[in-house]
């Protein structure tokens, strides 16, 4: 009976396991599931109905525990998206209100900007839009003109407006002037108001600068302000700006700079300051300014002339060392920078003129063609010993571009100075008198050194003379670094001049290359107004003969070529204006007559001879008539024979005293 029992309820157990694990599965899957539903079979299970009624139905009633987590989990999820979109809005008009009040007003003014700074718009529609946009700034320029967008918008009005409008944004600018100057968006328009500024306008800027002269000049940005005023302004501006700088009580007390001694020397005496606390005071200025390597302003360059009048010996040297080096090349754009160079090279000792010369490596060029950059040249070659370093660095430059400078105004000032030094035909009496500048208290050292040296000499025996004076070589050579080496030993170099001169004319094989360029562009530099005074020079073998006899050869080809032109036929249907008839050229070519007997000659057999009745008339006619006027025998006797038929017939016309001298 038990076993009976037993195989009975196995069965029952196997078919209890097994219907579950089909609930189980039917539960899984909703399609088996589905399939086998039957209504008659189950009524008693209604939860099943469940998921076919309605979402509503569904929300409302949530009869099943299993649903309800399920419904409450997507109500969630909704929720987040929705407070997500929420936030996002809130945040936007949260950032909106914490914008700065004129950032729609940017986006304005760009607009206006793009209309009015447009090249094909009419002055009419420009005006409108200007007054729009100064009507929206109004009350705001100050903190516009700070922004980098909003700035060049009032740039542009400035530019362009009325002067009623411009005078009202200058009355809004000026209370904020200083603060601006040393702003970096701001300067330019700043800059922009000093140029269109009226002189009462501008008295009112230049006093509002009193007391921060000394601060702008230290600020990078501050000191192109400062240095924009003090060009714009007159004499009496100028003195006012610099006084500031030369004396504390100059700073504080207005009326004691008024007065009209503009050099600070003449100031001293009379107003009987002292010299040293002036010393003092300039010294606290221009230090940090050097420091900084804010050097190229012309007003900073003037202060430095005026503290080298006054300073002591060392208070100079200390000055002339540390701006000797790159430093200088940044300066000597200006008058008084060059005058600082100038003052540099002479009294600098081997070492610092080293130090300028290779400073300026790579700029030769660009100071050669300077109206007051080329002083500094020509002062180095016509006080600097070391021949060699002049022409590995100076002369290997210029003679890439021997023809460019030759052409230049500035430039052929250079050559000329080599080929005629110190000539007041190429160096006007301001350029003559910057050269023989020197700073009083060096200069005095130097003459006490002079004079010492020559008592030296006359005691001692000449081989202790040549011990105690230094060696030329190393001189040249710049690797004299002796304590006993000073600043003021080397005023003016040593060597013979003609001989330095002679060194980098013909040994560095310049004038070789000059009278190549020369011959290949004579009728060029013989038209120009610049180039005629170059090739004269050469033709003529430069002052005192020094290009002869070593150049003879070539200087007798550049002669041809001359002659060459002016035996090209004259031509009236030709555009090219023949040599002779050139204004610039007759008259130069009538100076070689005059001056070199070996050119005239040259001339005469090559392109005159029995043709002066064809040039007798017109610009042609005065290089004709100085074959009758030259001082030279041979070449009024070689052409007397052919002009006189000319003079006597009244074709060609020669002055009265010329006449009467070569008659008498």
């Known amino acids: 009976m ?45 939860p099943l109905k469940k998921p076919f009624k309605s979402p509503k139905q569904k929300q409302k009633h949530p009869s099943d525990s299993k649903f309800k987590k399920s419904d409450s989990g997507n109500e969630n999820k909704e929720l987040t998206k ?36 447009r090249r094909n718009i009419a002055k009419e529609d420009r005006s409108k839009l200007i007054t729009e946009a100064l009507q929206k700034m109004k009350g705001k320029i100050p903190e516009i003109a700070s922004s980098h967008v909003s700035s060049r918008v009032l740039q542009t009005c400035v530019k362009y407006c009325s002067q009623t409008e411009r005078d009202a944004v200058f009355a809004e600018l000026l209370p904020h002037l200083l603060t601006l100057a040393c702003n970096t968006y701001a300067v330019h328009l700043v800059k922009k108001m000093l140029d269109t500024a009226s002189k009462p306008q501008l008295a009112g800027v230049i006093s509002s600068l009193r007391g921060h002269v000394a601060s702008l000049l230290r600020h990078m940005v501050g000191s192109v302000v400062i240095e924009h005023a003090y060009q714009l302004g007159n004499a009496t501006q100028k003195q006012e700006l610099l006084m500031e700088l030369y004396s504390t009580e100059l700073h504080l007390f207005k009326d004691l700079t008024s007065i009209k001694e503009s050099r600070l ?6 107003l009987s300051l002292q010299k040293s606390s002036v010393l003092r005071h300039m010294s606290s200025v221009i230090q940090p300014i050097l420091e900084k390597g804010i050097v190229d302003h012309s007003m900073i360059h003037r202060v430095l002339i005026e503290y080298l009048s006054i300073a002591d010996q060392s208070s100079a040297a200390d ?89 230049d105004k500035s430039g052929r000032r250079l050559l000329l100075q080599l080929l005629h030094p110190n000539c007041s035909r190429y160096l006007n009496p301001n350029d003559l008198a910057s050269l023989n500048l020197s700073v009083p208290s060096l200069s005095a050292k130097n003459e006490s050194e002079v004079q010492s040296e020559k008592i030296s000499m006359d005691e001692e025996s000449s081989k202790e003379a040549a011990m105690s ?23 003016g170099g040593k060597k013979d001049p003609f001989l330095r001169r002679r060194e ?74 023949h040599v002779l008839e050139n204004f610039h050229s007759s008259r130069t070519i009538r100076k070689l007559v005059l001056d070199c007997p070996a050119f005239a000659s040259t001339l005469w057999k090559k392109s005159l001879e029995g043709k002066c009745q064809l040039w007798a008339q017109g ?46």
């Open 2 to 46: 038990a076993a009976k029992n037993q195989q009975t309820q196995k069965p029952k157990k196997r078919k209890q396991i097994s219907h579950s694990k089909v609930e189980r599965d039917s539960s899984k899957s909703k399609k088996p599931k589905l399939l086998a539903y039957n209504p008659s079979n189950n009524p008693p299970n209604k």
């Open 265 to 270: 020397v003449d100031v001293i005496s009379k």
């Open 619 to 664: 610009h042609s006619s005065k290089v004709v008539c100085a074959f009758w006027e030259s001082s030279d025998s041979k070449v009024r006797k070689m052409a007397k024979e052919e002009l006189q038929p000319l003079i006597d017939g009244g074709i060609l016309k020669i002055p009265e005293t010329k006449q009467s001298a070569n008659e008498g």
């Open 319 to 407: 000055l002339i060392q540390q701006l000797s080096g790159p430093l200088l090349v940044r300066m000597i754009h200006t008058r008084d920078g060059s005058k600082i160079g100038m003052l540099c090279v002479k009294h600098g000792s081997a070492k610092e003129r080293k130090k300028i010369i290779k400073g300026m490596k790579g700029h030769i060029s660009k100071i050669a063609h300077d109206q007051c950059g080329c002083m500094v040249l020509i002062c180095i070659f016509s006080m600097v010993d070391d021949t060699k370093l002049i022409t590995k660095i100076v002369i290997r430059e210029l003679q890439t571009t021997l023809k460019e400078l030759a052409l």
């Open 504 to 577: 980098l004319l013909v040994s560095s094989g310049l004038t070789e290359n000059l009278v190549d360029v020369c011959i290949e562009n004579a009728g060029e530099l013989l038209a120009s107004n610049f180039g005629k005074e170059v090739i004269f020079e050469v033709a003529m073998g430069g002052s005192d003969g020094i290009l002869h006899p070593t150049l003879d050869e070539k200087l007798n080809n550049l002669h041809e070529a001359i002659a060459a032109l002016v035996a090209k036929p004259k031509s009236e249907e030709s555009e090219e204006e």
């Open 82 to 117: 929705r407070e997500r979109r929420l936030q996002a809005k809130e945040l936007a008009e949260a950032r909106k209100k914490k914008r700065k009040p004129h950032y729609t007003l940017e986006q304005e003014l760009a607009s206006l900007w793009e209309k009015m700074r």
């Open 469 to 491: 004076d230094p060696d030329v070589t190393t001189t040249e050579s710049g690797k004299n670094d002796t304590p006993e080496e000073n600043l003021y030993s080397a005023e």
